[in-house]
């Protein structure tokens, strides 16, 4: 079991530090900081509390599409170069199980994901939190001179706009984007382990990606409003079991207008994503497993 550990960590370290030093990563992290970094400068025609939720949207957007974006294109690239350099091959032959290979390039994966968005949530928080203070700085000195305001009044004001601020609540919604991005990496390894090239992984795994998150719109149409039949249902639970619905992980319009995500909630986004992700992981090994190589 430790030798197992072993080198499921070994092949995720290593895939970590192949995936860094890839030029798409520092492209896309530099895009997602700019997006963030203009969202928070060119917002000067509205209000305060208008500013800090459009800072938000913009920066969590910017978040999600960086996970989902690498975590295909990540995923896709790393078995067709491990075979066209052999290192599958030297690999497998250690002995190493595919089934610890297949964990190990998906932590890997994973890892880069957790890091970059730790890293862009603390730089997006930073950019917040000093745009917070330099509204309120300004809007708390044009109310000093307001003779039609109180105290309690200039206190709400304030804390409506750090309400919209720096909270925790950022954590949660930074921990949604990473498990939806758990699940879109997960479900790109399998179609990976079946396709022969990169560019066909990517574009099956965003054709999924597109399909997961317009099908419980779908299932609702032919379920609710057409009142599909036993086999209807049967067909929406079984593309709901395939395609997971990834607009669950969605919270980025809640965090936005200042709804708090529950702890509950959370948890059902965990269990949700240990279940896909377990599902693809079996699916991925035993495709691969009777793959000739």
Not at 89 to 94: G, S
């Amino acid at each position: 079991m430790g030798g197992s550990l072993g080198r499921i960590w070994v092949l995720a370290g290593a895939t970590f530090t192949q995936l860094v030093r890839m030029k798409t990563f520092y492209f896309l992290l530099i895009f997602c900081a700019l997006v963030a970094l203009a969202g928070s400068l060119n917002i000067m025609a509205y209000n305060a509390e208008q500013q800090m939720k459009l800072v938000k949207d913009v920066s969590l957007g910017a978040m999600s599409l960086f996970a989902s974006i690498f975590g295909i294109v990540a995923t896709a690239m790393l078995i067709p170069r491990d075979m066209e350099d052999r290192t599958l091959y030297t690999i497998l032959a250690k002995p190493v199980p595919r089934v610890e290979y297949l964990i190990g390039k998906l932590l890997g994966v994973l890892m880069v994901i957790g890091v970059s968005l730790a890293a862009m949530h603390l730089f997006f928080s930073g950019v917040l939190y000093a745009r917070q203070e330099m509204l309120l700085a300004d809007d708390m000195t044009m109310m000093a001179d307001r003779v039609d305001l109180t105290e309690e009044d200039v206190q709400s004001y304030a804390e409506r706009v750090r309400e919209q601020g720096v909270t925790w609540n950022l954590v949660n919604a930074t921990g949604a984007i990473f498990l939806k991005a758990c699940v879109v990496t997960a479900s790109a390894m399998v179609i990976s382990t079946v396709a022969t090239t990169s560019l066909f992984t990517i574009i099956v795994s965003v054709l999924v990606f597109f399909i997961g998150h317009v099908q419980a719109l779908a299932r609702t149409y032919w379920v609710d409003v057409e009142g599909g039949g036993v086999v209807a249902k049967l067909f929406s639970a079984l593309v709901a079991l395939v395609f997971p619905d990834y607009q669950l992980y969605n919270v980025i319009d809640g965090v936005v207008s200042g709804e708090w995500i529950p702890f509950g909630a959370m948890l059902k986004l965990v269990g949700l994503t240990a279940f896909y992700v377990g599902i693809y992981t079996v699916v991925a090994y035993l495709v691969f497993a009777e793959k000739e190589l």
